[in-house]
């Protein structure tokens, strides 16, 4: 912040000499490296076909952009990963944070209902997968069902945690002026818990992300997990590192947009 | 209301106990206490830490029943916190998303039953009004975090004010400042609770000067088990200044006769608890 804050040019001259150019030159070298020496295999062991050079990887990703892969374009690969995580993790943040904060506020309640999720949360989620696909089949509901899986445990626990960090003395000044439950929970609960809350959807987001590429991986015609294990098995390594680079891309990005709700939001926080 | 509106005593307590189990067995935080603090007097009861005078406080705001003996507010038998008992708590208790005005506004927007302002309009008059005699008016539209700790303090008291509690029950709400900023509340609580603006005051310190400076009436209560020892009625005028107060020698006697009086119930100095010390756990 500082360095953009004082404005000067000599520090922003300074901020791209000290920060960007000397990683970005490793890279540089890396890439020439790989482009120009791999090939001649001077590596032993390292087979330069399986290996791909940068400039195949830049033909792969045009290619992609321009016509697609497997019959979708690339945006509807992307698109397609997007939404499942999106339904997965909407469904899980819209009950998991109620039923967090109801279990997380009501002892008696969390009593009976979280050693059943305590259990649960250190399951991989990639362990459902064999469950639900002798459940539901291999249709877009079982992904979505092991993304709730994922998203919902998190969430869930993160809220009851939040819930039970919220200070004392808050629901002190509660009873003192006579909130209701309803107002205790929306006006104190809820925002004393939120910060916690939201660290938790944001490790649910990620997770969910990671996740739904795993799912597309064993069983789906479209998204980023069905572009990279159907190129693989056709030794089309450039159309595979593209894949995993949008991927770590979108995931950057979705966090990115976490952050900046997360600022606005939750303003007071850290301060 | 009605029996209890014609005595001139707003805070009464008869005969009260209240214990706690622990591993250790029963603790007797407090132990048979009768006091009465009339209208619009101020109370403060000093003792060492643990002595039970945070649970005497809890008592009389209705967050813990006694074990045994009668609590009485403005006449009528204490069963659960409500607002005609504001509470200030040891730390400010602001809440950290919301500005110095919304905080202060709170009680009276979302609280049920109080006696102050109940529309938009009535509580923004009331809080700009409050904010104003706590000198917070410019920082209204400020964040807790933005505050420094007297500020937050201020705004804690205008919390509590606003809400037009007759009973204004405070734990210990200054212990954390700095020796300046403390004076400064202390004075203004001298201030704002005034002829104009009258309510009750029981206040919970372990500072003797404090509790000289700001009552009328001073309690010292030893520890394991909690036991009003001494009732001291303080004998100067409501309206003498700060300067006018400290610098009599009256208020020096009295205040190292205190003192010397508690360092003598500091455990370990004297074993005037007859209890096992793993008692003394939470306080």
Redesign the interface.
């Known amino acids: 912040m500082d360095v953009h804050g004082r404005g000067g040019t000599a520090s922003a001259i300074r901020f791209f000499g000290n920060r960007v150019v000397p990683p970005l030159s490793v890279v540089v070298l890396m890439l020439l490296f790989w482009e120009f020496l791999i090939p001649l295999g001077i590596v032993p062991g390292v087979k330069a076909e399986y290996l791909g050079t940068p400039s195949g990887v830049w033909a792969a990703a045009t290619e992609l952009a321009t016509d697609g892969y497997g019959g979708y374009s690339l945006l509807a690969h992307v698109g397609a990963s997007l939404m499942r995580t999106a339904a997965g993790f909407a469904i899980a943040a819209s009950i998991g944070v109620p039923l967090g904060i109801i279990l997380g506020y009501n002892a008696r309640a969390g009593a009976f209902l979280l050693p059943v999720f305590a259990f649960l949360r250190p399951i991989p989620a990639l362990a459902f997968i064999p469950i639900v696909v002798i459940w539901f089949g291999i249709g877009e509901f079982a992904k979505v069902f092991v993304i709730f899986m994922t998203s919902f445990l998190y969430v869930l626990l993160g809220s009851v945690s939040g819930v039970r960090s919220v200070p004392h003395d808050f629901f002190r000044l509660g009873r003192t002026y006579r909130l209701s439950t309803g107002t205790t929970l929306r006006r104190l609960v809820l925002p004393s818990a939120l910060p916690e809350i939201f660290v938790s959807l944001r490790t649910a987001m990620a997770l969910s992300w990671a996740v739904v590429v795993a799912s597309e991986l064993i069983a789906a015609q479209s998204g980023l997990g069905y572009l990279i294990q159907s190129a693989s098995q056709v030794y089309a390594i450039h159309k595979v590192y593209v894949g995993v680079a949008l991927i770590g891309l979108v995931g950057v990005a979705i966090d990115i947009g976490f952050q900046v709700v997360e600022r606005r939001l939750l303003h007071w926080v850290g301060r | 209301m009605s029996a209890g509106a014609a005595s001139a005593a707003q805070i009464e307590l008869f005969d009260v106990s209240k214990s706690f189990p622990t591993r250790a067995g029963e603790r007797l935080a407090v132990d048979r206490v009768t006091l009465s603090i009339a209208r619009g007097e101020t109370a403060t009861v000093i003792g060492p830490t643990g002595c039970g005078k945070t649970t005497l406080l809890n008592l009389v705001?209705g967050?813990t029943p006694p074990t045994r003996g009668r609590v009485l507010t403005g006449g009528m038998p204490v069963t659960?916190?409500?607002?005609d008992?504001?509470?200030m708590?040891q730390?400010p208790?602001l809440?950290?998303?919301l500005t110095v005005f919304d905080n202060v506004a709170?009680?009276c927007r979302?609280?049920?039953?109080?006696s102050g302002p109940d529309s938009e309009g009535g509580i923004r008059a009331a809080v700009l009004d409050y904010l104003e005699r706590v000198g917070l008016a410019d920082a209204r539209d400020l964040?807790?975090?933005?505050l420094s700790g007297g500020m937050q303090s201020r705004a804690a008291l205008a919390r509590l004010l606003v809400?037009q509690s007759t009973v204004l029950l405070m734990d210990e709400p200054f212990a954390a400042l700095d020796a300046q900023t403390r004076l400064s509340m202390q004075q203004l609580l001298k201030q704002v609770v005034s002829a104009e603006d009258p309510r009750t005051v029981l206040f919970i310190t372990h500072d003797v000067e404090e509790a000289l400076l700001i009552s009328d009436h001073v309690y010292l209560m030893s520890a394991s088990p909690g036991r009003i020892l001494r009732h001291v009625e303080v004998p100067f005028s409501r309206h003498e200044t700060y300067r006018e107060r400290v610098t009599r020698p009256q208020f020096t006697e009295l205040k190292h006769e205190l003192i010397d009086q508690l360092e003598r119930l500091v455990p370990g100095k004297e074993p005037l608890h007859n209890q096992p010390r793993q008692d003394r756990g939470a306080h």
């Open positions: 705001a967050f659960d916190p409500g607002p008992r504001g509470f708590f730390r208790t809440l950290p998303w709170f009680p979302h609280g049920k039953g109080l964040f807790p975090h933005q809400a």
